[in-house]
């Protein structure tokens, strides 16, 4: 429920308690006071009365003839309401009448004497009525007002909302609001300002190290791997040993660089460095890796068939779908027995590879884990399916492992929908 | 040939220095961007191998004055940066090439050739090795002038050789140029043992010599003697 409601709920209920409480309370105030005055009115009559009597006169006769009632048998003393015919409109009006016994010329007599309370109820209708009015006006007024100040004046709020809701920290901007005299929004704004400051400083400096750790890295293995292979030249390695020493060494140095180019791929995509995304033609990608790979797999005699039903419109970092691609094809082949084969399907919707391959055991979810290898001995870092979940987690794109035990078939399926492009514009290329 | 070298990394440099004057390069070198623009303002090269990250410039930087001036030297850029964007700027300016570090020297060497071969010869063009005679534009091969047909693998494999002979050649250097840099070179020595025998056996049946030595447990070598 939006704040504006919450707040204007209470103060609606609070005016209204406070409406209905004075509407009752100036209805009998006002009732009060009213009939306290025609009381007193009955009473100078009834003093008026006795005075006059007391003088020895006799009662007056009253030319109204309703507004005073002699009677000789004993009635109930005091004041009371009652209802009267109004001879000229023929209508029942209620009055206030005071009774009380008067001794006129030693006969005992019951005084009743009355007053209509009709002005008395017009003067009530009349004030209530303002009155109510008024208040209700007032409660209308400040509810209308509620409502256009709650636009106006959260408007900057909204604006500050929007803003963060577009706001990537990849986008390498800091933060900009428009100015607003509202001292808490300013506040606001400059407090979000300041954090934007520090989460993009903070984030460059990530995507520095990042960069340096990868570049700083490399460099030595590029020396390693350049040495080593001169090192192979020389006469003296036409020794066995010696060779088979250099060569081991030489190709763990190659081992080492490509796990490394594949922890820094995936830190990059976690660290969402991959803003820029472009149409994909997937299929052309798809035609392209299984040419790539078409040999590897003749050579193991692993027949490759691709199945193209259609072509999903995604938005992707280019090198990112071939990434995807390429670690999916890869597996199938590597995780493939003599004779095997690899089918792969694309879809508009998802992207499936299913191949041949030994029995796996295991939770087919843990597949996806860094470094899990279904060969310990094995030459690869594992983190092929690690990428490929990256990359799938990047764009909202679900991954999914089956294992069909009769038929020994994997198959990794990588469904696309729904369709998600990561909204970044592109960044310019970094300068180094 | 005439090759520049410019790379920061001193120990780099000079394995890549030697390593190029081993294959017959005249070869000279610059560690920084202000020593790079100098030598490239000054002479005229065949060929620059440019690493994009120097202490105090953007390899790209260069590659744009080189342009700018119309340099006719080809450029392969060599960087540890392996962010697309990086290759596809530098393509985009007018590079010939772009090798990720590591590399491979004979991967090197071959794209070096490459490069110069298409700037030099315009494909008139020929690769003469003991009784091989291979014509690189129209992808042909002779042995002792009869023609020899091969797979784009096998011939790949042949120009691979070709361009680093006597040299060794190690099985993953070898596995990279046929199968693309990023095929997990331990999956692919079948795949290379594979396509050598087949090429072996082309060219003994033209009755070539067996110059394909294979180096136990390293590599292969196009030997010369």
């Known amino acids: 429920m939006k704040l504006l409601t919450k707040t204007n709920r209470y103060y609606l209920l609070l005016t209204t308690v406070l409406f209905v409480a004075a509407s009752a309370l100036l209805y009998y105030g006002l009732y009060g006071a009213l009939q306290h005055e025609v009381e007193e009115q009955l009473f100078n009559r009834q003093v008026y009365l006795q005075r006059r009597v007391q003088r020895g006169a006799d009662l007056p006769t009253s030319p109204f003839e309703y507004q005073m009632a002699v009677s000789a048998r004993p009635r109930r003393v005091g004041y009371a309401d009652t209802l009267l015919l109004d001879p000229q409109e023929q209508e029942m009006v209620p009055h206030r009448q005071l009774t009380f016994p008067l001794r006129v010329q030693g006969q005992l007599v019951w005084v009743t004497l009355r007053k209509s309370l009709v002005e008395t109820e017009d003067v009530l209708a009349v004030v209530l009525g303002v009155m109510v009015s008024v208040l209700g006006l007032l409660l209308l007024g400040v509810v209308l007002l509620n409502r256009w100040l709650g636009q106006w004046l959260w408007a900057p709020f909204r604006t500050t909302l929007e803003v963060l809701r577009n706001y990537g920290v990849q986008q390498d901007q800091v933060l900009s609001f428009p100015p607003t005299s509202t001292d808490e929004f300013a506040e606001l704004n400059q407090a979000l300002t300041l954090l934007s400051h520090r989460l993009v400083a903070e984030y460059e400096a990530m995507r520095e190290f990042t960069a340096n750790a990868a570049h700083e890295t490399q460099t030595p293995l590029a020396i390693m791997q350049a040495q080593l292979e001169q090192m192979l030249q020389l006469p003296e390695l036409e020794n066995p040993v010696l060779a088979t020493l250099v060569s081991e060494l030489y190709g763990a140095t190659l081992r080492l660089s490509r796990l490394h180019q594949a922890l820094t791929l995936l830190s990059k995509i976690e660290n969402h460095q991959f803003a820029d995304a472009t149409p994909v033609k997937l299929d052309q990608l798809v035609a392209e890796k299984t040419a790539q790979f078409e040999s590897l797999a003749e050579v193991r005699h692993v027949r490759l068939r691709t199945h193209i039903h259609g072509v999903p419109a995604l938005h992707m970092h280019p090198g990112l779908a071939d990434s995807l691609v390429h670690n999916l094809l890869q597996n199938a082949i590597k995780h493939n027995h003599r004779g095997g084969t690899i089918d792969l399907t694309l879809t508009p919707t998802h992207l499936e590879v299913c191949n041949t391959g030994p029995m796996v055991s295991g939770d087919p979810a843990r597949f996806f884990e860094r470094f899990r290898k279904h060969n310990a001995a094995s030459d690869s870092p594992g983190l092929g399916l690690s990428i490929v979940q990256q990359i799938c987690q990047y764009y909202g794109f679900a991954a999914r492992y089956y294992f069909e035990p009769e038929t020994s078939l994997h198959t990794l399926r990588v469904e696309f929908t729904p369709p998600t492009t990561v909204p970044a514009p592109a960044a310019p290329p970094a300068a180094g | ?225």
């Open chain 2, 1 to 225: 040939m005439k090759l520049l070298l410019i790379e920061d990394e001193v120990a780099l440099r000079n394995t890549l220095v030697d390593y190029l004057r081993q294959g017959g390069y005249v070869c000279e070198v610059a560690g920084n961007y202000q020593q790079a623009l100098e030598k490239v303002k000054l002479y005229q090269y065949d060929c620059v191998v440019l690493d994009l990250t120097l202490p105090d410039g953007n390899g790209l930087n260069l590659l744009r004055e080189l342009k700018a001036d119309g340099s006719r030297a080809g450029v392969l850029i060599i960087s540890a940066r392996a962010a697309l964007d990086d290759r596809l700027v530098g393509l985009d300016l007018g590079a010939d090439d772009y090798l990720t570090k590591p590399f491979h020297l004979a991967e090197l060497n071959a794209r070096l050739r490459a490069i110069i071969r298409r700037r030099q010869f315009q494909g008139s063009h020929h690769i003469a090795f003991r009784d091989l005679l291979v014509w690189p534009e129209q992808a042909e091969v002779f042995v002792r002038e009869q023609p020899l047909v091969l797979t784009r693998k096998e011939y790949d494999l042949l120009l691979f050789l070709l361009a680093n002979p006597n040299r060794v050649l190690t099985k993953e250097a070898i596995a990279e140029h046929l199968c693309g840099d990023a095929v997990d070179s331990a999956d692919s020595f079948d795949f290379i043992y594979t396509h050598l025998k087949n090429l072996r056996k082309k060219l003994q049946e033209k009755g070539a010599d067996n110059y394909i030595r294979t180096m136990y447990g390293v590599g292969y070598k196009l030997s010369t003697e």
